[in-house]
C-alpha cells in the first residue's frame, strides 16, 4: 500500500491497494463464498475474536479503557437506511492497526495466490491459504464499508477505515468513547434483507448460535444465542435428559437416540464431539437432518452444517456436532483444508466410536441387539469396503447360528464356545434363517456339535470376500469344507452297512448324470449326508459362493458353474429311486425334484414354476398309487 498524492485534508489518508489485491477481492466477493449469508457469520467470528483477546487481557490487567464494561456483541439493522451495524466491545483497534489488520490481504501473497490460480485453472477453495480475509466477505453485500473502533489502551485514539471495495480505502480521525468496534455495512440494493430481523435470527441461529458472548438484535434486552456449548461441558456434568433435548432440538427428531458418544480429546488434535445414534436409519419427513454429515464448528463457529468427511462413510448414520481448535480453514471458512490434521481428526473419531460401541455391547447387549439389527448393514459395509477400519470392525458383528438361531452371537462369543478340536470358525451363506437352518450342508456340523455363523444378509457375501481371520482363527465357509472323521467311528461304522452294493451304486449315478445331463457337471456320493437327499457342491475350480453370490446380486452377466450334485445313499428317496425301473416316470420326476429341491435350499432355482408342475405330478402319482392299493 502507498499514500496517495491526492489533495485529501491531512487528518485523513488514502491509500491505494496493490493491483493483485483488488483481483483478488473480485475472487473473494464473486467466485468463493457459496452463500452470502456467511458475511454476517465472519464478522460476528471477528467481534468474537476481538472479545477474547479482551476477556485474556482483562484477567491480569485492569489499566484499560471501559475496564466494567460487558463482552457483547450488537447487531443493529437500519432497514429505512439499508445499513447493517455490528458492535463489538473487545479490544477494538488504533488507526495504525486498521492499516495492517485490514489491510493484512494486501501482503499475505496476494500475488503468488493469483498466480497459482492463473497457472493450475483451480478452483479458489482447493488452493487458497490461511488468509485473513473473512473481513472482505462484507463486500458481498455492501456497497461501502465503514469500521469504527477505539483502541482498549486507555490514550489511544479512535479512527474511521472506509472502503467500497475498490482501488482504495481511507484513515480517519473519529470521536468514538467507548472502546471496541463497529462496522457499518452500506448494503446493496439486492441485500435489503438482512436488514430484516427475522432473517437476521435466522443466520445467527445457524452458524453463530453457541458465540461464547452474548448476541443482541437490535432493541432485545436478552441475548439471541445460547451461548453455552452442550459438547464443551464436562461429560459428568450433563444429565441424561440435557443429551436427550440437545438431540431432539438438533434434529427435529420425536424418538430419543439409541446411543450417543461425547468426547473431549487434547491429543493428537483438540476436538469436542457429541456423537448420535438415532433410533432409526430412516430420517423423518420433518428431520432437520435432511443430509448425511456432521455439524462442523471451529472454535464454536459453524462451519458446515453436513460436513461427510469427519467419519467414515459407512458411519453416515451418525448424527452430531464436532467442534476443535485446531482446524486449519480455507479463507471462506466454508470448507476444511485437506490436511494431516484433519486426517487425523477422522481417525480419532472413527477410533472413539468403535470403541465405544464395543463397550456398549459388552455392558447393554440387549440395547445393542437392537442397534445392530437396524445398523448392521453398515458395519457389514464397512467391513467390505474400507481397508482402513474393515478390521477393527469384526467384534461388533452378530449372527444367530445353527445352535443359538433365536440370539445374536458375536465372533468372540463363538469362539468361547467352539470345541477344542475346532480350528476354524464356519459360516453359511444363505437368503433366509429358515433356509439356512434346513440346509444339507450343516448336518455334518450337526454331527460334530461345530456351530456355524448363519448369513442371510445380501451384503455378507462382500463383507466375507474381505473377513478372512479373526483372532487368528481362519474363517470358512460350511458349504464348502471337507471336516476330518468323528472321532467316535461308530455312527460311521453303522452308516456303511447300510450302504448300496458297488452295482447299485454305479447304476444310481448313471441315471442321476442321464437325467439331469448338462445341468450338472458331476453326480457322486456322499457320506456328509444324514437328514437331507442330496445338496450341492462347487466344481474344484469354480469361483468361491461369496463370488458367485455377488455377481447374483450386482445382476451381473455372469456364467454360473455347473454344480456337482452329491447324493446320500442312505436316504429313502434315493434307495426307492434306485428300485425303480428305468421306464417308470417317477424316476425322472424324482431326480429332477431332488436337484431342483437343492437349487431352491441355494437360491439358485430359476424357474419355480416348472417345479410346481413336477410337484403336482408327483402327487398324483401317490394318489393313484394309494387308490390302486385299496
Same mark, same amino acid.
Not at 447324493?567 to 425322472?588: A, Y
Given at each position: 500500500?502507498?499514500?496517495?498524492?491526492?489533495?485529501?485534508?491531512?487528518?485523513?489518508?488514502?491509500?491505494?491497494?496493490?493491483?493483485?489485491?483488488?483481483?483478488?477481492?473480485?475472487?473473494?466477493?464473486?467466485?468463493?463464498?457459496?452463500?452470502?449469508?456467511?458475511?454476517?457469520?465472519?464478522?460476528?467470528?471477528?467481534?468474537?475474536?476481538?472479545?477474547?483477546?479482551?476477556?485474556?487481557?482483562?484477567?491480569?490487567?485492569?489499566?484499560?479503557?471501559?475496564?466494567?464494561?460487558?463482552?457483547?456483541?450488537?447487531?443493529?439493522?437500519?432497514?429505512?437506511?439499508?445499513?447493517?451495524?455490528?458492535?463489538?466491545?473487545?479490544?477494538?483497534?488504533?488507526?495504525?492497526?486498521?492499516?495492517?489488520?485490514?489491510?493484512?490481504?494486501?501482503?499475505?501473497?496476494?500475488?503468488?495466490?493469483?498466480?497459482?490460480? @492463473?497457472?493450475?485453472?483451480?478452483?479458489?477453495?482447493?488452493?487458497?491459504?490461511?488468509?485473513?480475509?473473512?473481513?472482505?466477505?462484507?463486500?458481498?453485500?455492501?456497497?461501502?464499508?465503514?469500521?469504527?473502533?477505539?483502541?482498549?489502551?486507555?490514550?489511544?485514539?479512535?479512527?474511521?477505515?472506509?472502503?467500497?471495495?475498490?482501488?482504495?480505502?481511507?484513515?480517519?480521525?473519529?470521536?468514538?468513547?467507548?472502546?471496541?468496534?463497529?462496522?457499518?455495512?452500506?448494503?446493496?440494493?439486492?441485500?435489503?434483507?438482512?436488514?430484516?430481523?427475522?432473517?437476521?435470527?435466522?443466520?445467527?441461529?445457524?452458524?453463530?448460535?453457541?458465540?461464547?458472548?452474548?448476541?443482541?438484535?437490535?432493541?432485545?434486552?436478552?441475548?439471541?444465542?445460547?451461548?453455552?456449548?452442550?459438547?464443551?461441558?464436562?461429560?459428568?456434568?450433563?444429565?441424561?435428559?440435557?443429551?436427550?433435548?440437545?438431540?431432539?432440538?438438533?434434529?427435529?427428531?420425536?424418538?430419543?437416540?439409541?446411543?450417543?458418544?461425547?468426547?473431549?480429546?487434547?491429543?493428537?488434535?483438540?476436538?469436542?464431539?457429541?456423537?448420535?445414534?438415532?433410533?432409526?436409519?430412516?430420517?423423518?419427513?420433518?428431520?432437520?437432518?435432511?443430509?448425511?454429515?456432521?455439524? #462442523?464448528?471451529?472454535?464454536?463457529?459453524?462451519?458446515?452444517?453436513?460436513?461427510?468427511?469427519?467419519?467414515?462413510?459407512?458411519?453416515?448414520?451418525?448424527?452430531?456436532?464436532?467442534?476443535?481448535?485446531?482446524?486449519?480453514?480455507?479463507?471462506?471458512?466454508?470448507?476444511?483444508?485437506?490436511?494431516?490434521?484433519?486426517?487425523?481428526?477422522?481417525?480419532?473419531?472413527?477410533?472413539?466410536?468403535?470403541?465405544?460401541? @464395543?463397550?456398549?455391547?459388552?455392558?447393554? =447387549?440387549?440395547?445393542?441387539?437392537?442397534?445392530?439389527?437396524?445398523?448392521?448393514?453398515?458395519?457389514?459395509?464397512?467391513?467390505?469396503?474400507?481397508?482402513?477400519?474393515?478390521?477393527?470392525?469384526?467384534?461388533?458383528?452378530?449372527?444367530?447360528?445353527?445352535?443359538?438361531?433365536?440370539?445374536?452371537?458375536?465372533?468372540?462369543?463363538?469362539?468361547?464356545?467352539?470345541?477344542?478340536?475346532?480350528?476354524?470358525?464356519?459360516?453359511?451363506?444363505?437368503?433366509?434363517?429358515?433356509?439356512?437352518?434346513?440346509?444339507?450342508?450343516?448336518?455334518?456340523?450337526?454331527?460334530?456339535?461345530?456351530?456355524?455363523?448363519?448369513?442371510?444378509?445380501?451384503?455378507?457375501?462382500?463383507?466375507?470376500?474381505?473377513?478372512?481371520?479373526?483372532?487368528?482363527?481362519?474363517?470358512?465357509?460350511?458349504?464348502?469344507?471337507?471336516?476330518? =472323521?468323528?472321532?467316535?467311528?461308530?455312527?460311521?461304522?453303522?452308516?456303511?452297512?447300510?450302504?448300496?452294493?458297488?452295482?447299485?451304486?454305479?447304476?444310481?449315478?448313471?441315471?442321476?448324470?442321464?437325467? #439331469?445331463?448338462?445341468?450338472?457337471?458331476?453326480?457322486?456320493?456322499?457320506?456328509?449326508?444324514?437328514?437331507?437327499?442330496?445338496?450341492?457342491?462347487?466344481?474344484?475350480?469354480?469361483?468361491?459362493?461369496?463370488?458367485?453370490?455377488?455377481?447374483?446380486?450386482?445382476?451381473?452377466?455372469?456364467?454360473?458353474?455347473?454344480?456337482?450334485?452329491?447324493?446320500?445313499?442312505?436316504?429313502?428317496?434315493?434307495?426307492?429311486?434306485?428300485?425303480?425301473?428305468?421306464?417308470? =416316470?417317477?424316476?425322472?420326476?424324482?431326480?429332477?425334484?431332488?436337484?431342483?429341491?437343492?437349487?431352491?435350499?441355494?437360491?439358485?432355482?430359476?424357474?419355480?414354476?416348472?417345479?410346481?408342475?413336477?410337484?403336482?405330478?408327483?402327487?398324483?402319482?401317490?394318489?393313484?398309487?394309494?387308490?390302486?392299493?385299496?
Amino acid at each position: 500500500m502507498v499514500e496517495s498524492m491526492s489533495d485529501t485534508p491531512p487528518k485523513t489518508r488514502t491509500l491505494s491497494f496493490k493491483a493483485e489485491t483488488q483481483q483478488l477481492l473480485n475472487i473473494l466477493i464473486h467466485s468463493l463464498y457459496t452463500e452470502r449469508e456467511v458475511f454476517l457469520r465472519e464478522l460476528i467470528s471477528n467481534a468474537a475474536d476481538a472479545l477474547t483477546r479482551m476477556h485474556f487481557i482483562l484477567l491480569t490487567d485492569r489499566d484499560v479503557l471501559d475496564p466494567e464494561v460487558e463482552l457483547t456483541i450488537t447487531i443493529i439493522p437500519e432497514p429505512e437506511k439499508r445499513i447493517l451495524r455490528i458492535i463489538d466491545t473487545g479490544v477494538g483497534m488504533t488507526a495504525d492497526e486498521m492499516i495492517k489488520n485490514l489491510g493484512t490481504i494486501a501482503h499475505s501473497g496476494a500475488r503468488a495466490f493469483i498466480q497459482t490460480l @492463473k497457472e493450475s485453472n483451480a478452483n479458489p477453495n482447493d488452493i487458497i491459504g490461511q488468509f485473513g480475509v473473512g473481513f472482505y466477505s462484507a463486500f458481498m453485500v455492501a456497497e461501502r464499508v465503514e469500521v469504527i473502533s477505539r483502541s482498549y489502551k486507555p490514550q489511544a485514539s479512535s479512527a474511521r477505515w472506509i472502503s467500497t471495495g475498490h482501488e482504495t480505502f481511507s484513515i480517519e480521525p473519529c470521536e468514538k468513547i467507548n472502546r471496541g468496534t463497529e462496522v457499518i455495512l452500506y448494503l446493496k440494493e439486492d441485500a435489503v434483507e438482512f436488514t430484516q430481523e427475522m432473517r437476521l435470527r435466522q443466520i445467527i441461529k445457524k452458524h453463530s448460535e453457541y458465540i461464547p458472548y452474548p448476541i443482541y438484535l437490535g432493541e432485545d434486552k436478552e441475548p439471541i444465542n445460547r451461548q453455552s456449548a452442550l459438547w464443551r461441558q464436562s461429560p459428568q456434568q450433563v444429565k441424561r435428559e440435557d443429551y436427550e433435548a440437545f438431540y431432539k432440538q438438533f434434529t427435529l427428531d420425536f424418538h430419543s437416540p439409541l446411543f450417543h458418544l461425547h468426547l473431549i480429546i487434547d491429543a493428537p488434535v483438540q476436538v469436542y464431539a457429541l456423537l448420535y445414534i438415532p433410533a432409526s436409519p430412516e430420517r423423518g419427513p420433518l428431520s432437520a437432518r435432511n443430509e448425511e454429515g456432521l455439524k #462442523l464448528y471451529a472454535r464454536k463457529v459453524l462451519i458446515q452444517e453436513f460436513n461427510r468427511d469427519l467419519l467414515p462413510s459407512f458411519f453416515r448414520f451418525v448424527d452430531g456436532v464436532v467442534d476443535s481448535e485446531d482446524l486449519p480453514l480455507n479463507v471462506s471458512r466454508e470448507s476444511v483444508q485437506a490436511t494431516r490434521i484433519l486426517a487425523q481428526l477422522k481417525r480419532v473419531l472413527t477410533n472413539k466410536l468403535i470403541e465405544a460401541l @464395543k463397550n456398549w455391547a459388552k455392558e447393554k =447387549p440387549d440395547q445393542y441387539a437392537i442397534f445392530w439389527q437396524r445398523f448392521g448393514r453398515f458395519i457389514r459395509e464397512g467391513i467390505a469396503s474400507d481397508e482402513e477400519y474393515g478390521q477393527l470392525l469384526a467384534p461388533l458383528l452378530r449372527f444367530p447360528t445353527l445352535f443359538k438361531p433365536d440370539q445374536w452371537l458375536a465372533l468372540e462369543d463363538y469362539i468361547l464356545t467352539m470345541p477344542a478340536r475346532q480350528k476354524k470358525i464356519y459360516y453359511l451363506l444363505s437368503d433366509s434363517l429358515s433356509s439356512a437352518l434346513n440346509s444339507p450342508h450343516l448336518e455334518i456340523y450337526r454331527r460334530h456339535r461345530y456351530d456355524v455363523l448363519l448369513m442371510t444378509d445380501p451384503l455378507d457375501p462382500f463383507m466375507m470376500l474381505r473377513l478372512k481371520k479373526y483372532q487368528n482363527f481362519e474363517l470358512a465357509n460350511a458349504a464348502s469344507e471337507e471336516l476330518p =472323521p468323528l472321532d467316535t467311528p461308530s455312527e460311521e461304522q453303522d452308516r456303511d452297512l447300510s450302504l448300496l452294493s458297488e452295482e447299485e451304486q454305479n447304476r444310481l449315478i448313471a441315471r442321476f448324470k442321464s437325467i #439331469l445331463a448338462e445341468k450338472v457337471a458331476d453326480v457322486r456320493l456322499t457320506q456328509r449326508l444324514s437328514e437331507s437327499p442330496a445338496r450341492l457342491a462347487l466344481p474344484q475350480d469354480s469361483p468361491s459362493q461369496e463370488i458367485q453370490r455377488v455377481y447374483r446380486l450386482l445382476q451381473s452377466d455372469f456364467s454360473f458353474p455347473k454344480p456337482i450334485l452329491e447324493i446320500n445313499p442312505h436316504h429313502p428317496l434315493i434307495r426307492n429311486l434306485s428300485t425303480l425301473p428305468d421306464e417308470d =416316470p417317477l424316476l425322472r420326476l424324482g431326480i429332477e425334484q431332488i436337484f431342483e429341491s437343492a437349487l431352491l435350499l441355494e437360491g439358485l432355482l430359476a424357474n419355480p414354476g416348472e417345479m410346481v408342475k413336477r410337484t403336482e405330478e408327483i402327487l398324483l402319482y401317490a394318489l393313484r398309487s394309494k387308490s390302486a392299493q385299496e
